[in-house]
């Protein structure tokens, strides 16, 4: 039986990944520091204790896997872009050190697949209003940015004829996974519920699901067929979906809710925006919604 290790698998990436395995009927293994509650996936999920600032890393945390995702990620509560918090050296060795770790375990278990859950962050501040696509030099301006790379990095070194490094480069997530309501927007519709003014805001996004789709993608596709889409720039992978403003966002709430007299924030600049180039992954057949879909809030 296909058996995929996943670390973070309890978190806001991590469900997505986890409910699309299930539903291809993998077995699941979640890396992690807590066990994942009963209701919160469907199905069983095997559960191994690990934590990214321990070293070092047992390789008996990846036995009989074949497969290994990484989504998990060390930062505080509610931030990933200023998750460093007072204390980035710890960020760094957890997300850069621990990572690396955690790869070589895999690796050296027998792991033939790894796939790593990098950030758009890694780009940093590129030519206003040009393409990003992986052929891009990665310019991060921010910490997180910065350990996105590295750990992509290391990852790439490891990459040998049994094992497989596959990166893949998402945008901002939303949405939520059956077993939690909880997700990104929850504190601005919160207040969009309160009446309180929206600031305006333009950027880009993918559904969880969406997201969840092209890793299994990944993991399903032959070797071959992978290392053909990579092209020059390698087995590297933009995710996203669609350019958001806020004013849309908001008016499609209270559409949703039925909520009169809402205000509206002014629609934001986008002329300087970068897009991010998905067509490699596209060219696998992955397929996203190419909408704003807010179904999750009517669960």
Request: with cysteine; charged share 20%.
């Amino acid at each position: 039986m296909f058996k995929v290790a996943i670390s973070g698998g309890t978190g806001i990436a991590g469900r997505f990944i986890v409910e699309r395995l299930l539903a291809a009927n993998i077995d699941v293994v979640s890396l992690g520091r807590h066990a994942p509650s009963i209701s919160l996936f469907e199905n069983h999920v095997e559960f191994r204790k690990m934590s990214l600032t321990e070293n070092p890393v047992q390789q008996s945390l990846f036995d009989g896997c074949a497969a290994f995702v990484h989504a998990a990620f060390h930062h505080e509560a509610g931030k990933y872009r200023g998750g460093e918090g007072g204390d980035p050296t710890t960020f760094r060795r957890a997300n850069v050190e621990g990572s690396v770790a955690l790869f070589k375990a895999a690796k050296t278990a027998g792991v033939r697949q790894s796939v790593f859950l990098s950030s758009r962050a890694v780009y940093g501040t590129q030519m206003p209003s040009s393409v990003l696509d992986e052929t891009q030099v990665p310019k991060p301006d921010t910490l997180y940015g910065q350990v996105k790379l590295e750990a992509e990095h290391a990852l790439l070194e490891l990459s040998s004829v049994g094992f497989l490094p596959t990166i893949v480069r998402s945008t901002g997530i939303y949405g939520a996974s059956a077993g939690s309501p909880a997700h990104k927007w929850s504190d601005l519709l919160a207040a969009i519920e309160r009446g309180e003014a929206v600031q305006p805001r333009v950027g880009t996004e993918i559904h969880g699901e969406d997201l969840a789709e092209a890793i299994w993608l990944l993991l399903s596709t032959e070797k071959s067929k992978i290392d053909t889409a990579g092209g020059p720039s390698g087995p590297i992978f933009n995710a996203s979906d669609i350019m958001l403003d806020r004013q849309e966002l908001v008016a499609a709430y209270a559409k949703l809710r039925g909520l009169e007299d809402v205000i509206l924030p002014a629609k934001a600049d986008s002329s300087l925006f970068n897009m991010m180039d998905c067509t490699k992954l596209r060219s696998l057949g992955w397929k996203p919604r190419g909408r704003l879909d807010l179904a999750f809030l009517e669960r």
